[in-house]
C-alpha cells in the first residue's frame, strides 16, 4: 500500500492569466496531521479545491490513493469524495436543517443505514465533539465555536481517509480554538485517518501538525517538522513564524513610486 | 488628435455592446444547460417525493394568502368595471362570463406568475444565492451530493407544480369576488351570472389553455429564479442583484411568452 494518502506532483494552477501554483510537490502520509501554511491569497484553500476535484490543475496532477483526480468522470470523484471529510472556514451548516440533520445528512444521501443505526452514530459523533446536548438547536442559535464544532462532526460523520479544514482556527476565541485545536488531533488518531490543514495560525498548527509545508509566492517555500520551522532561518518562514511585519513578505503591495503619484496627482488636480 | 479619440471612444463602446451581447449569450447558454441538468437529475425529486412536497409547502403554500387575496381584489374590481360598460348595452347579466373568461384565459395565470416570481422566485434566488455564499452548496459538492439533484430539481418541481395549482386557486376566488360584487351588491340576476358562465366558458379552449399557460409560467419563473441564484456572485451585493434581476426577467418573460402562447392558442 502507498504509504501517501495524497500525492501533489509539478501541480501548476492559474485562472484569469495568473499562475496561483507554480510546480507544487507535495505528500500526505496516511495517519499524520500535515498543515498547509502561508499568507492570505497564496492558494492554500485551492489547493484543498484540488485535492477534492473542484477544479482541475492547468499542469502536473493531484492523486488520492493512487487515482489521478483531474482524470475521473463526476461517478469517480464522488466516489473519491466519499473518502473525504472536509471542514469549511464558516461550518458551510444547512441552515435549514437542525444540528442533528446536518450531521446526519451525508449518511441520510450516501448510505441505506436505517434511522435508528443513524440516530446512533449521530448522537455518537455529537458526543465526540462535545455537543451531544446541543443535537436539536439550528445552526442559528449556535457560536461560532459550536457551528464549527459541529461542521467537524458532519466531516466525520462516514469515518473518512482524509479530514480536510480550511481555517479551522479562523475568527474563534482562545477557548473554542483549544477545543477545535484538540479535536482534529484526537479525531485524526481515533480515525486513523491523515488531515490536511489550511491555517495561518501558527501557534495552534505547530501545536498538532506532525508535518508542515509553506507556500508563498505559488511555490513551496520551506517544509518540515513544526520544530524544525521554528528553527529555520529562512527568512520567509522566520517572518511568518514569529509574525514580522516587514521583510520578504513585503508590507506594501506592489505600487508605483509613492512621491511622482502624490506630484502627478497634485498637476492633475491643478490642470 | 480628434481623429483618435474619436475613434478611441467608438472601440470603446462598441466593445461594450459586443461584451454585454457576449455575456447575455451564455447566460443564456448557462441557463440552458441548468434546465437540462435540472431534469437529468430529477429523478430524485420523485423518488424522495418528500424532498419535493416541502418546497411545494414554502413556494406554493407559503404563496397561498398573497394569491388568494389578489385573487379576490382583481375578481371584484372586474365585475365592478365589467358591470359599467355592460349595461351601457343592456347586457350586464354577461358580467359572470366576462369575469370568469377574463380571469381563466389570462388573469389567472398572468397575475399568479407575476405575483409567483415576487414572493417564491425571489424567495428561491435569495435562498440558493446565500446557500453559495456560505459554501452550502460547496460542502455539498465536498460530500459527494450533487447539488443540482438535491437542491435545484425538487425546488424547480415544487415550482412547476405550483402554479397551475395557484392559477386555478387564483380563478376561482377571483370569480367568487366577482360574484359577491355582481349579484349581493349590485344585484345581477344569480342564475343568469352562473348559467352565462357555464354556457359560454370552454373545457379545452378556456380552462386547458389557461392551465398550459400556468404550467409553462411555471417552468420560466421557476427556472429564472433558480438560475439566478445559483449565477449570483458569492457577495450580499450578488446576491441582491440576482433577486432584483428574477422579479424584474421573470415578469417581462411571462408577459412575453402569454402573448405567444395566447397567439398560437386563438390560431389553433
Redesign the interface.
Known amino acids: 500500500m502507498n504509504p501517501n494518502i495524497v500525492e501533489i506532483d509539478n501541480l501548476s494552477f492559474g485562472y484569469k492569466g495568473r499562475l496561483l501554483h507554480k510546480g507544487i510537490n507535495m505528500v500526505f502520509p496516511r495517519g499524520k496531521v500535515v498543515a498547509i501554511m502561508g499568507g492570505s491569497g497564496s492558494g492554500k484553500t485551492t489547493l484543498l479545491r484540488l485535492i477534492?476535484g473542484?477544479i482541475k490543475p492547468s499542469k502536473g496532477e493531484v492523486r488520492v490513493d493512487g487515482a489521478v483526480v483531474h482524470q475521473q468522470d463526476r461517478d469517480g470523484?464522488?466516489?473519491l469524495?466519499?473518502k473525504?471529510g472536509?471542514l469549511?472556514?464558516?461550518g458551510?451548516?444547512?441552515?435549514d436543517l437542525s444540528v442533528f440533520d446536518n450531521v446526519a445528512?451525508?449518511m441520510r444521501?450516501?448510505t441505506d443505514l436505517p434511522e435508528s443505526m443513524i440516530r446512533d452514530l449521530v448522537l455518537m459523533k455529537l458526543n465526540a465533539v462535545g455537543l451531544r446536548g446541543a443535537y436539536n438547536f439550528m445552526p442559528t442559535e449556535l457560536s461560532g465555536g459550536m457551528a464549527r464544532r459541529v461542521a467537524l462532526a458532519r466531516a466525520v460523520a462516514l469515518d473518512p481517509n482524509i479530514i480536510m479544514y480550511d481555517e479551522p482556527f479562523a475568527g474563534l476565541d482562545p477557548i473554542s480554538m483549544a477545543v477545535i485545536c484538540d479535536l482534529i488531533r484526537s479525531l485524526n488518531d481515533a480515525l486513523g485517518a491523515t488531515s490536511i490543514i489550511v491555517s495561518h495560525d501558527v501557534k495552534e498548527t505547530f501545536l498538532i501538525a506532525d508535518y508542515v509545508y509553506f507556500v508563498a509566492s505559488g511555490e513551496v517555500a520551506a517544509e518540515g517538522t513544526p520544530h524544525d520551522l521554528m528553527q529555520s532561518t529562512l527568512p520567509f518562514v522566520h517572518q511568518f513564524v514569529h509574525g514580522e511585519k516587514d521583510g520578504p513578505v513585503p508590507f506594501h503591495y506592489p505600487a508605483s513610486n509613492y512621491q511622482a503619484e502624490l506630484l502627478g496627482h497634485k498637476s492633475a488636480k491643478s490642470n | 488628435m480628434i481623429k483618435s479619440k474619436l475613434l478611441n471612444s467608438l472601440t470603446r463602446t462598441l466593445g461594450g455592446i459586443g461584451y454585454r451581447m457576449t455575456e447575455r449569450i451564455w447566460r443564456l447558454g448557462a441557463g440552458a444547460r441548468l434546465f437540462f441538468l435540472t431534469i437529468f437529475y430529477s429523478g430524485e425529486s420523485f423518488k424522495r417525493f418528500h424532498l419535493t412536497l416541502r418546497e411545494i409547502y414554502f413556494t406554493g403554500v407559503m404563496s397561498l394568502l398573497i394569491i388568494v387575496v389578489s385573487a379576490f381584489f382583481v375578481g371584484m374590481v372586474l365585475a365592478l368595471q365589467g358591470y359599467n360598460t355592460l349595461q351601457k348595452y343592456g347586457s350586464s347579466e354577461a358580467i359572470g362570463v366576462l369575469v370568469a373568461l377574463s380571469l381563466v384565459r389570462e388573469l389567472g395565470p398572468v397575475v399568479t406568475a407575476l405575483l409567483f416570481a415576487g414572493r417564491a422566485g425571489t424567495a428561491i434566488t435569495a435562498e440558493i444565492g446565500l446557500m453559495k455564499t456560505t459554501e452550502q452548496l460547496s460542502a455539498m459538492e465536498m460530500m459527494a451530493v450533487n447539488p443540482i439533484a438535491r437542491v435545484i430539481a425538487p425546488r424547480f418541481w415544487a415550482g412547476v407544480i405550483s402554479m397551475p395549482i395557484l392559477a386555478t386557486l387564483f380563478s376561482m376566488v377571483g370569480i367568487l369576488g366577482g360574484y359577491i360584487v355582481a349579484v349581493p351588491l349590485i344585484g345581477v340576476d344569480d342564475g343568469a351570472f352562473w348559467s352565462q358562465m357555464q354556457a359560454n366558458v370552454d373545457f379545452r379552449l378556456d380552462i386547458v389553455n389557461g392551465l398550459i399557460k400556468s404550467l409553462v409560467f411555471g417552468v420560466a419563473c421557476t427556472m429564472i429564479a433558480l438560475f439566478e441564484g445559483f449565477d449570483a456572485p458569492p457577495t450580499a451585493e450578488g446576491v441582491s442583484r440576482a433577486t432584483t434581476r428574477t422579479v424584474v426577467i421573470s415578469s417581462l418573460t411571462v408577459l412575453a411568452l402569454d402573448f405567444v402562447l395566447t397567439s398560437f392558442m386563438l390560431v389553433i
Open positions: 477534492g473542484q470523484i464522488y466516489k469524495r466519499r473525504m472536509m469549511f472556514q464558516h458551510a451548516l444547512f441552515t445528512f451525508p444521501e450516501l
